[in-house]
């Protein structure tokens, strides 16, 4: 690109945590006025870019420059006095302020050392006609939906006179009308010359609003498409590489049809539609789709940890509950996707976080039998390499893997019958990934049924029996028998069917 239309180059920017690279020499040019995709596999270091240019980390190398100059950006803060603003999955606003009260927040217009509201409002309606957005400065954000909530935000950057714009995942909690909206706000946004920065997993929305799509993977550019030359194969190929994909036979092992978990019709909210499928005893059944597509919501409802809007739930022909403590004592475990906040108590030992699932085996009598309590941690920290072998540690100070382990051990400690999994690879390492991969087998071919979910291409055809795509609320397409590869999985989750599955 001509550097006269460049407005952001971050050049042979490096990256390492803890000796691991994780980007090397990789070069990101954004133009005046463009809508610029970037997109890449988990892992791939789009989010680790992020963070160098809006100052969240510091680079180990290369050269910044925004607007023709070079620039150190070492805070958020000095981001936003450049004219970078960046829009995250979870929203920063507050629900109980007004629109104006959000915009404004922090830095607030005074008049004798009072906030002026009427000012405030002024300037917020004044963006708001300048934009053409379809929101009003007294609204209170709790009333509004997710689209408005995201423009929201995007007044909160152009307050700032934000030349550029990051967009991360911004329609993962959308509705397709919800994010109808946001397109039309993000064109409206580049004909008045703001530039964007589009991060996100949907192929047909990187297709649809991008003048061009820059590829990562492992850390490194890979390439950068125009418009003419975006299409599915061609980013497909570019974001999973070149390595030959393994393709698992399908298992030797029986199905147990004795065990029987029964999904029909499950709606919730308006993020599920209809969902039906059966899983039986010894099969591990992956869930595939992009995130936001509905996946967590799904395993929830099944645990009990949600309640569907309509449908049914069946486990050997018994309805499966609302209640969590009920479907534990049917034999029901979930390790969820966010472990900290809700797999286990970071402050806990790893012997008090394993007895949390199993105290109606350690009590007699209403009782915690101590005994009991340190054998069972001592015999799941060995059958499961927890390290450091040590029941009093907290949980909170040991790894990422580590932690895994002891959330999906505490489960397993049990004679589970479903197991529900959520992004269960998230954040560790190739060898407790294999230690994952190993229980969950075990267990399968000893007649649990297995649900996982997972963003992992390589994970999802690898370790799945049979593969479920979500898209648009929906079962998409299924893949079985082991004839599948990750370029199949990625096409049916961004809703294109392929030869290699069957259209449900």
């Not at 002026?116 to 006609?129: A, F, N, P, V």
Request: hydrophobic letters at 40%; glycine letters at 10%.
């Amino acid at each position: 690109m001509d550097d006269k239309r460049v407005l952001l180059r971050a050049e042979g920017i490096c990256k390492q945590f803890g000796g691991v690279p994780v980007l090397q020499n990789a070069t990101l040019e954004i133009g005046y006025g463009e809508v610029h995709a970037l997109m890449g596999e988990n892992g791939a270091g789009k989010s680790t870019m992020i963070k160098i240019i809006t100052g969240v980390f510091t680079k180990d190398g290369g050269q910044i420059y925004f607007d023709g100059k070079p620039v150190e950006i070492t805070s958020r803060q000095s981001a936003m006095d450049n004219g970078i603003s960046v829009i995250y999955q979870e929203l920063s606003l507050f629900p109980a302020l007004t629109v104006t009260e959000n915009i404004f927040l922090g830095q607030e217009e005074t008049r004798y050392g009072l906030m002026s509201g009427k000012q405030m409002r002024r300037e917020t309606q004044s963006l708001i006609d300048k934009y053409g957005f379809d929101v009003d400065p007294g609204d209170m954000v709790e009333s509004l939906g997710m689209a408005k909530r995201q423009m929201v935000e995007i007044l909160k950057a152009l307050l700032t006179d934000a030349k550029l714009i990051i967009m991360d995942e911004p329609t993962s909690a959308l509705s397709a009308a919800e994010s109808e909206k946001l397109f039309s706000t993000i064109e409206g946004l580049k004909n008045k010359g703001t530039s964007i920065l589009y991060i996100s997993h949907r192929l047909e929305e990187v297709n649809r609003i991008s003048d061009r799509l820059t590829v990562m993977r492992d850390g490194r550019i890979v390439g950068v498409l125009d418009r003419s030359d975006i299409n599915s194969q061609v980013v497909t190929k570019m974001m999973i590489g070149h390595e030959i994909e393994q393709k698992r036979e399908p298992r030797a092992g029986s199905i147990n049809k004795g065990r029987c978990l029964e999904v029909k019709d499950l709606c919730y909210k308006d993020i599920l539609k209809s969902i039906s499928f059966t899983a039986y005893g010894g099969e591990i059944v992956g869930i595939g789709g992009l995130v936001g597509s509905g996946r967590s919501e799904l395993v929830r409802c099944i645990y009990g940890a949600e309640k569907q809007s309509s449908g049914s739930i069946t486990y050997n022909g018994k309805p499966v509950g609302s209640s969590i403590g009920k479907n534990v004592r049917m034999n029901f475990g979930l390790v969820p996707e966010d472990r900290r906040s809700h797999g286990f108590i970071p402050l806990l030992s790893v012997e008090k976080n394993i007895a949390l699932a199993n105290y109606d085996r350690l009590s007699k009598n209403w009782f915690v039998t101590r005994r009991k309590e340190a054998e069972l941690a001592e015999k799941t920290i060995k059958d499961y390499d927890i390290r450091p072998p040590r029941r009093s540690v907290q949980v909170g100070n040991l790894s990422g893997g580590n932690q895994q382990k002891v959330v999906l051990g505490k489960w397993l400690s049990r004679d589970l019958e479903v197991l529900l999994l959520d992004e269960p690879t998230m954040g560790v390492d190739v060898g407790v990934k294999a230690d994952l991969y190993r229980y969950m087998r075990d267990l399968a071919d000893g007649g649990a049924i297995i649900i996982m979910v997972s963003s992992d291409l390589a994970e999802l055809t690898w370790v799945s029996d049979r593969i479920l795509v979500v898209y648009d609320g929906k079962f998409f397409e299924e893949f079985s028998g082991g004839n599948v590869t990750q370029a199949a999985v990625l096409l049916a989750a961004s809703g294109e069917h392929t030869q290699e599955g069957v259209a449900l």
